[in-house]
C-alpha cells in the first residue's frame, strides 16, 4: 500500500517522468439533492419554501413600519468636514460651542465633555479656564463634612441644566431634553439631521391640528416636537463677529456636535492618510515576497506513479 501511494514531486523540468494517472475508486460521498430519498426531499423542499416566505414577510413588515410618508429624510449637505481628508473647521466648532453654551446648554446637558477638552480644539488653555471659572461647582465635603461652591476647574465636567430627568421634564412640558453630547452619532442621519430639525420648523399643514406646547417639525419622527425653535437669525452675536444667521448658527452648532461625538475624527483621518500611504508602500513589498516565497512551492508538480 504504502509504495502504491508514492507521490513523485517532480519540478518543472521533470515532467517526462509523468506516466498517465489510474484513478483509485473511493468510495463517493452522495451529496447531490437527486440522491436523496423521497421524504428528505420534500422536507427539504418545505424548510426552502418556509424560509424565503419568512424573509418576504419580514421585509413586508419592515417597510410597513418604516417611516411614514410625511416624514421628510434630511438631505446631505456638504459639510467642510466631510471628505475622507477633511478636518472638523475648528473657528466653526468654538463658534458652535458658543451657541451651546448660549442657547442649547438651558435644556441640553452635554454630560461627557469636561472643559478640558476643549483645549487645544477650539479654545486656548488660559481661555478654557476662564470659561470654567465662570461656573459654580459644588464640591466637597469639606473639613466640617459640609458641601461648598467653588468656581470651575479645567477637569470640571460641563454644568447639567437640571439636576436629573424629571426637573429636566417638568420644566419642558414633560418631554426630555436629550443629552448632546453623543446626539449626531444617536440619530440617524447624524449633523444632516440636526442641522435640518433645526431649521426645518414650519406650519403644519393644513388639516394637522397639534397639540399645546409641542411644535410642527416635518424632520422629526412623529413630526410634532416638544422643543420650540430654538434658533432663528440673530439668536446670539458671535464673538467673531461671524453674521449669525440661522443657517449659520445650527451648521456651527452641528460641527460641535461632531467634534463632541467624536473627537478623535482629525486624528482618525489623519492616521488613515498614514496607513494609506504606509500601505502603498508596504502592500507591493509583501505581496513581491509573497510570490518570492511560494514559487517553489507553486511551481511544482505533484504526481502519482503507479507500482510496476
Ligand atoms: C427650551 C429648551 C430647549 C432648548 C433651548 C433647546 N432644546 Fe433641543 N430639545 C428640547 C426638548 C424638550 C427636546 C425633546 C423633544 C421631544 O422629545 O419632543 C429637545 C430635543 C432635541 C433634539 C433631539 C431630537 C430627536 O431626534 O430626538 C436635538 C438634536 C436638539 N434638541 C438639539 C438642540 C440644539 C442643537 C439646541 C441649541 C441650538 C437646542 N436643542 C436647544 C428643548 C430644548
Not at 508514492?6 to 447531490?32: C, D, E, F, H, Y
Not at 421524504?39 to 410597513?64: F, Q
Request: hydrophobic share 40%.
Amino acid at each position: 500500500m504504502a509504495a502504491a501511494l508514492r507521490a513523485v514531486v517532480l519540478s518543472g523540468s521533470g515532467r517526462s517522468l509523468l506516466t498517465p494517472p489510474k484513478t483509485i475508486p473511493t468510495a463517493r460521498a452522495s451529496m447531490s439533492f437527486a440522491s436523496l430519498s423521497r421524504g428528505r426531499k420534500v422536507a427539504l423542499s418545505t424548510l426552502g419554501v418556509l424560509a424565503a416566505g419568512g424573509a418576504s414577510l419580514a421585509l413586508a413588515l419592515h417597510h410597513s413600519v418604516k417611516a411614514s410618508e410625511l416624514e421628510l429624510h434630511p438631505p446631505s449637505y456638504p459639510w467642510s468636514h466631510g471628505g475622507m481628508l477633511s478636518s472638523l473647521d475648528h473657528a466653526s466648532v468654538r463658534r458652535g460651542y458658543q451657541v451651546y453654551k448660549q442657547v442649547c446648554a438651558a435644556c441640553h446637558s452635554m454630560e461627557y465633555l469636561a472643559f478640558r477638552n476643549l483645549v487645544g480644539v477650539s479654545h486656548t488653555e488660559a481661555e478654557v479656564k476662564a470659561l470654567a471659572e465662570e461656573v459654580e461647582v459644588v464640591d466637597g465635603p469639606d473639613d466640617n463634612g459640609e458641601m461648598f461652591t467653588r468656581p470651575g476647574k479645567l477637569s470640571d465636567y460641563f454644568p447639567k441644566p437640571y439636576p436629573n430627568p424629571e426637573a429636566a421634564r417638568v420644566a419642558n412640558n414633560g418631554a426630555l431634553p436629550p443629552d448632546l453630547s453623543y446626539i449626531v452619532n444617536a440619530r440617524h442621519g447624524g449633523e444632516d439631521y440636526v442641522f435640518s430639525l433645526l431649521t426645518g420648523y414650519c406650519d403644519p399643514p393644513a388639516g394637522v391640528s397639534l397639540l399645546e406646547d409641542v411644535y410642527y417639525n416635518p424632520y422629526f419622527p412623529g413630526q410634532a416636537i416638544g422643543m420650540a425653535p430654538p434658533i432663528y437669525n440673530e439668536v446670539l452675536e458671535y464673538d467673531d463677529g461671524t453674521p449669525a444667521t440661522m443657517s449659520q448658527v445650527a451648521k456651527d452648532v452641528c460641527t460641535f456636535l461632531r467634534w463632541a461625538a467624536e473627537p478623535e475624527h482629525d486624528q482618525r483621518k489623519r492616521m488613515g492618510l498614514k496607513l494609506i500611504m504606509g500601505s502603498a508602500i508596504l502592500v507591493p513589498l509583501v505581496y513581491y515576497l509573497k510570490r518570492h516565497r511560494w514559487s517553489v512551492l507553486k511551481s511544482r508538480k505533484i504526481a502519482y506513479r503507479p507500482p510496476k
